[in-house]
Each structure stands twice: as structure tokens, then as C-alpha cells.
């Protein structure tokens, strides 16, 4: 009798390749972990390489929970030239010197750019317009406007400008940023809208992700490395990381679990998910205050 190939619930941090798009990466590891329920917590854009946060078995049910989290991310922008994606995967559609741009205009730009501001998405992005995704809507040669949305960049920083010529032999800058923002900035926007503030045009032609919340580039593993080990971190482990921790009584624990709604210490209200341990430090549910009560997000169990 063959025995059943059995996927430890968690998280697993990938370190996506360039090229990939997230899909193809749980695709991927569907494959590794011999399992379908394998689910990502926020995509990265196929060009993009990094910490790419992916959930397999009961953990799937923990990703909706981990996407609005803080992202730090390593990039090159080139001032100078515009394109139809706003990063190096689309066609140039403008060019510009920009040998004339200073540094205090460049450190201008971004202070434009940093803190709560509003952004338009790039076209070339998954935000769905009616129902539709702006990428496929943009492919069929659409006229449309997506909305403003806003985002908090908590730093931008540059650590590098070094001039360069492209490949047409216009005079272009590379900006070396780092960026910590919120869920759903698109770094690629802030290359556009720092080109276009700086009358040159901009393109985000590296990125890498560093950072996913609480989850860095050095616990991520390649595709390649998981496929020899597979390394899945515990869901105690991963919900202790990511959300704020409250320890109940095995009384407490057991009420939790049949779905009755504990009464919940004040310094918990407005905290978001919060992760309920028993005491034998097991990981029962995530919960949000509501009322001064524990209402239910998702229960492990």
C-alpha cells in the first residue's frame, strides 16, 4: 500500500525569478508541493524578481489577510524615456534628454511622491475596470481612464544617479531606489510620474522585491531550492510573524472553536486580524475585534 503524500499547512517564501508571472510560480508549486490548494498573497509583476508569499493547504485561507501588508522593493527607474507599460517589458514611446535633470530636482520629485498620495495604476496592470482587467482592455487598443487610488509611500529613496545613453543615443539617467510603500503601489507608476514631473518621462527597468510585511528576501528560497527541499513555514510560525498575538486559557480556546464570540482585551480594538493561541501554543483562528467581541475571520483549528 503506497503512502499518502501529505503537504504540511504554511506559508512558503519564493524568491520569483525574472520572466515568471506569480500565477506561473503556484502553478509551479502545485507541482512541488503535490497539492492544488496553493494560493499567493499579492502579486509581482513578471519582470519583477523577490519575495513572492505563497500559502499551501489550510494557509490559502490566511492570504487574504496577509496582501494588505507593507512592501519594500530595490528598483532602477530611467528618466528620459517614456513606455506603453511604463516599465522595460513595453515599447519606448517617447524619448528625452535628461542629462539637464539635477539632484535637487530629482529629490524634489520624490517628496512629490512620498507619504499618502493618490496614483493611477498603470493601464498594463490586473486592476479590473468594469469587471474587465485594465492589461486586456489595453491590449484590445481601449480608450479608458482608471481611477486614482491611494497608496502611502512611507520612504523613497535614491541611492545612486548614474548617466547613461539608450539604445536610440538618448542621454538618459538611472536612478538606484528603494521603496517602502503599501499594498497595491505600483512601483512602475512612481517611475512614470517622477519622469513626468520632471518633464522627461520615466520607466522602471529593474525591480526586486524585498520585503513582504513581515516576510524578507532572506527566508525566500528559489524555485529551484524548493524543488530539492521544500521549505514550507509553519502556520503558528507564519501568523505569529504577521499579526498581533493574543493568548487564551484551554476554557477560552475551546468556547473560541465552537464559535462562540469571546470578549476581546480593549488593547486589541482597531488592531485588524489578530492571531488566537491556546496555551499549548497552537494557532487557533484570526479574529477581529468587533464591539469589544472576537469576530471570526478564519478558523484553523
Not at 57 to 81: D, P, S, V
Not at 167 to 175: H, K, R
Not at 193 to 202: C, E, F, H
Amino acid at each position: 500500500m503506497t503512502q499518502k503524500h501529505t503537504t504540511p499547512d504554511g506559508l512558503v517564501i519564493v524568491d520569483k525569478p525574472s520572466g515568471f508571472t506569480s500565477h506561473d510560480v503556484v502553478a509551479k508549486m502545485r507541482g512541488i508541493a503535490r497539492t492544488r490548494r496553493v494560493g499567493h498573497a499579492g502579486t509581482l509583476d513578471p519582470m519583477a524578481t523577490g519575495v513572492l508569499v505563497l500559502g499551501v493547504e489550510k494557509a490559502t485561507k490566511l492570504l487574504g489577510h496577509l496582501a494588505l501588508t507593507e512592501k519594500e522593493y530595490l528598483g532602477t527607474i530611467r528618466l528620459g524615456q517614456n513606455t506603453l507599460t511604463d516599465d522595460a517589458e513595453g515599447e519606448i514611446t517617447s524619448s528625452t534628454d535628461a542629462s539637464k535633470v539635477t539632484r535637487d530636482a530629482i529629490d524634489a520629485g520624490i517628496a512629490e511622491l512620498t507619504g499618502d498620495i493618490m496614483q493611477v495604476p498603470s493601464k498594463v496592470s490586473a486592476i479590473k475596470i468594469k469587471g474587465v482587467r485594465s492589461y486586456k482592455r489595453a491590449r484590445e487598443g481601449e480608450e479608458f481612464e482608471i481611477p486614482a487610488r491611494p497608496v502611502t509611500v512611507s520612504s523613497f529613496d535614491v541611492y545612486d544617479v548614474r548617466d547613461a545613453v539608450a539604445d536610440d543615443g538618448t542621454a538618459v539617467l538611472d536612478l538606484v531606489v528603494s521603496v517602502v510603500c503599501s499594498s497595491g503601489t505600483y512601483i512602475r507608476a512612481l517611475a512614470r510620474d517622477l519622469g513626468a514631473g520632471l518633464g522627461v518621462g520615466g520607466h522602471l527597468t529593474a525591480l526586486r522585491r524585498t520585503r513582504v510585511g513581515p516576510y524578507k528576501l532572506d527566508t525566500a528560497r528559489t524555485l529551484d531550492q524548493h524543488q530539492q527541499e521544500l521549505t514550507v513555514m509553519p502556520m503558528a510560525e507564519a501568523a505569529a510573524a504577521a499579526f498581533p498575538r493574543w493568548d487564551v486559557d484551554a476554557r477560552r480556546a475551546k468556547l473560541l472553536t465552537n464559535g462562540v464570540r469571546l470578549e476581546m482585551p480593549e488593547s486589541y480594538a482597531g488592531s485588524g486580524p489578530v492571531a488566537v493561541f491556546d496555551p499549548e501554543g497552537r494557532f487557533l483562528a484570526l479574529v477581529e475585534e468587533q464591539r469589544g467581541k472576537a469576530k471570526s475571520l478564519a478558523v484553523f483549528a
